[in-house]
């Protein structure tokens, strides 16, 4: 589902600060509890790094030698938005065909994976009532997809 054009390009030349010329921007409704936004903000950036082998770095490992988990090579941006923003933003990322992942409501009742995707199956596209949208792709895409939106707070 990679639609990065060069999964390289954005490598670290020597002491060249990293510049990467993709994004991943989170988007959370604005009328969110605390623990809601830290937690449809992990399951959303984890869609990701399954379907998208190129936005997951190296593993680390401490002075010691012991192991740590590779985590995503570049920052996740952040933004909030407003019920009706988020509705716009997704239906741009689907014009724009880029890699996403989403959040609605519903999920908030769940307890589980299975019953998480049947909560999104059984509502259509249009009435999806989102609360997270992530979302991957070049950086000018991306930043098109979440506009009107503020960096989160």
């Known amino acids: 589902m990679s639609t990065h054009p060069n999964p390289n390009a954005d490598v670290d030349a020597g002491d060249a600060p990293v510049r990467f010329d993709t994004k991943i921007a989170v988007l959370l409704r604005g009328d969110l509890e605390t623990w809601q936004r ?39 941006m952040v933004f909030e938005a407003t019920k009706e923003v988020l509705t716009t933003a997704h239906t741009r ?16 009742a769940t307890g589980n994976d299975r019953d998480n995707r049947a909560a999104v199956r059984a509502v259509r ?18 930043d098109k997809v979440v506009k009107g939106a503020r960096m989160h707070p």
């Open 93 to 108: 990322v689907l014009s724009r065909a880029l890699p996403r992942a989403v959040f609605t409501s519903d999920l908030f």
């Open 125 to 142: 596209t249009d009435d999806l009532d989102l609360v997270g949208l992530a979302v991957y792709g070049p950086r000018n895409a991306v």
């Open 38 to 76: 830290l937690n449809v903000t992990a399951f959303l950036v984890s869609g990701l790094g399954t379907q998208l082998p190129e936005v997951i770095g190296e593993p680390y490992e401490d002075a010691d030698g012991v192991g740590y988990l590779p985590m995503l090579r570049q920052p996740v």
